[in-house]
């Protein structure tokens, strides 16, 4: 069976928002009409605790965009975004949820950043999302949200190692950009790995 995995469309994603995704907010009509055409749709929601250590706000001395070990782990420092029950970490308001199975929640662990709506970038942190699907009978992903270079990128990637036949929908999802060719870059590293790229009028 065909799951729509809708990946991370809050607030503080969109134009306005903590970390903004330019035109972040074109793939809400784009992804409110592919629900119509899935019967099982599940989404992702970036929550995280004020004191996350993803957060630049939480290294005195270091900037956005600067690079800290963070357990081990090699972590790009980001603003202060998808706090917790915040009106940021929302949902966007126009984003039909009506359908929705169920919401996997991430990045919770202060200690660990975590892209992937599967597990933390540590591989440690397990959401549930891969064994719910699994148990549903689902056994085809396909992905689309926010953003295309980070949790967009590592969802189809944590997908196709979980066995998902998995596809990108390529026109449900915009970059975060910090290099301007990172769309491209990460199109190519999800095709590499095995995934098809769709566009919703293909589906
Ligand atoms: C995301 C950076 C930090 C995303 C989440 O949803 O792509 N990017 N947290
Ligand atoms: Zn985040």
């Known amino acids: 069976m065909k799951a729509l995995i809708i990946v991370d469309v809050q607030n503080d994603f969109i134009p306005g928002g903590a970390l903004a995704v330019n035109e972040g907010d074109q ?6 009409q592919l629900q119509e055409k899935f019967d099982f749709i599940v989404a992702t929601q970036d929550w995280h605790p004020l004191d996350h250590g993803s957060f630049a706000a939480n290294h005195p001395g270091k900037k956005i965009g600067e690079f800290i070990e963070l357990n081990g782990v090699n972590q790009i420092l980001w603003p202060v975004h998808c706090v917790q029950n915040t009106e940021g970490a929302e949902f966007h308001p126009n984003i039909n949820s009506d359908k ?16 992937s709506g599967f597990f933390d970038n540590n591989r440690q ?48 999802t915009k970059a975060v950009n910090i290099h301007p060719d990172d769309f491209e870059k990460s199109v190519e590293e999800m095709k590499a790995a095995g995934a098809s790229i769709v566009s919703s009028v293909e589906i």
């Open 125 to 172: 942190g397990d959401t549930g999302l891969s064994a719910y699907l699994k148990e549903n009978g689902v056994d085809e992903i396909f992905v689309c949200g926010l953003a295309a270079d980070y949790c967009v990128k590592f969802t189809v990637l944590d997908g196709l190692s979980e066995g998902f036949k998995t596809h990108l929908i390529v026109d449900a």
């Open 27 to 32: 793939v809400v009509p784009v992804i409110n």
């Open 100 to 115: 929705w199975k169920a919401v996997f929640q991430k990045g919770v662990n202060r200690l660990v950043d975590s892209y």
